[in-house]
């Protein structure tokens, strides 16, 4: 069984770019969520994917989207990124979305300069 | 509005000393708390899960307690090593979504 896979691990973009966050998750879980965290700071969250759907979103701007896979896997697309978008990523899978136990990736870590 | 809190920020103790960490949570209707372990840079680890039913879950040298009522959560971690040094994070997954919130985290630093 694998766990939760991220790519790329690290990522630099110039401040206007658009960057892209994959994110495999764990076998057989059906539910990916995404969160920010900033330094020093407890993640904060983005939005997630329940079979396909998008069932919940944080206090992000639309500039921030994504999508899930039939195969579960998701993504995460960040369009004219701005200084402030420089944080680490994180993404974890569960099966459903309620009561049960969340696995991380060891996150992407994304600089804006 | 759900609120996470963790008190201390920061704690550092003496190789062997036990310890407990602090999390509290301003809306009692969670569906569980989960603590989880970051080292510098990396992803979260899952410690421990405990559902909203339950009381204390346990593994190995760490416990964790919840108390819905009052909105609290310890985890305790016996006989310190230096390799428990880490930042400990508690979040519940509450609302209608079942999003994780987030506590700011307690930086564990264990001295040899």
């Known amino acids: 069984e694998t766990g939760v896979t991220q790519s790329p691990t690290h990522l630099i973009k110039t401040r206007g770019q658009q960057v892209t966050l994959r994110c495999s998750s764990q076998?057989?879980?059906?539910?990916v969520s995404w969160y920010q965290q900033a330094l020093g700071q407890g993640p904060q969250f983005i939005f997630q994917?329940?079979?396909?759907?998008?069932?919940g979103r944080g206090n992000f701007p639309p500039r921030f989207s994504g999508l899930q896979f039939p195969n579960y896997s998701s993504e995460l697309n960040v369009n004219a990124l701005e200084l402030d978008d420089s944080a680490l990523y994180l993404c974890?899978?569960?099966?459903?979305?309620?009561?049960?136990?969340?696995?991380f990736g060891q996150g992407t870590r994304l600089t804006v300069v | 509005k759900q609120e996470v809190t963790q008190i201390p920020a920061a704690l550092s103790v003496p190789e062997g000393e036990n310890l407990v960490l602090n999390c509290s949570f301003t809306?009692?209707?969670?569906?569980?708390l989960q603590w989880f372990r970051q080292d510098p840079g990396k992803g979260l680890t899952s410690l421990l899960l405990?559902?909203?039913?339950?009381r204390e879950q346990t593994s190995g040298r760490l416990n964790a307690s919840l108390d819905k009522s009052s909105g609290r959560s310890t985890l305790y971690i016996a006989a310190s090593q230096p390799g428990d040094s880490a930042t400990y994070l508690c979040?519940?997954?509450?609302?209608?979504?079942?999003?994780?919130?987030f506590g700011q985290g307690t930086t564990l630093q264990v001295k040899p």
């Open positions: 974890a899978s569960s099966l459903g979305h309620l009561n049960t136990e969340a696995f």
């Open positions: 076998s057989g879980h059906n539910t």
């Open positions: 994917y329940y079979r396909e759907e998008e069932n």
């Open positions: 809306d009692s209707a969670i569906y569980n």
């Open positions: 405990i559902q909203s039913s339950q």
């Open positions: 979040a519940v997954r509450s609302g209608n979504t079942g999003k994780l919130i």
